[in-house]
């Protein structure tokens, strides 16, 4: 079983900045790809930014030249710079990871408990 914990959210103004940081713990061999998420009250969870294996990276139309996603693989971490931030930006942040827990066993997905964030003056 591998747990993720996220930490970084808070309370920031509009134009301020955050960093989000999610790390994995639990039998693990290997981690595939990593995103965040998100779901604001009344939304759906949608894809923030992701990033492979390999350390390529694709990211929402609405946060592409604010968010940066990036990984540690030694640490098993994935982090979110957060820039620019504004009030639609406000809602619930999730890690997910696609953890393969031995060379032989299946890949699967987990997700972090969640992390808010709120934009606001």
């Known amino acids: 079983q591998v747990q993720l914990v996220e930490s970084g959210g808070g309370l920031v103004q509009p134009g301020g900045s955050l960093r989000l940081s999610c790390a994995a713990s639990?039998?693990?061999?290997?981690?595939?790809?990593m995103g965040w998420y998100r779901q604001a009250p009344g939304n759906q969870r949608e894809l923030v930014a992701g990033i492979s294996s390999g350390g390529s990276t694709h990211y929402a139309d609405s946060v592409k030249g604010r968010f940066t996603i990036s990984r540690d693989n030694a640490k098993n971490a994935v982090y979110l710079q957060m820039n620019n931030l504004k009030p639609q930006d406000t809602a619930v942040y999730y890690c997910?990871?696609?953890?393969?827990?031995?060379?032989?066993?299946?890949?699967?997905?987990?997700w972090g408990q969640g992390t808010q964030v709120t934009v606001s003056s």
């Open positions: 997910k990871m696609v953890v393969a827990p031995s060379r032989s066993l299946p890949t699967y997905q987990s």
């Open positions: 639990g039998s693990i061999f290997s981690i595939n790809s």
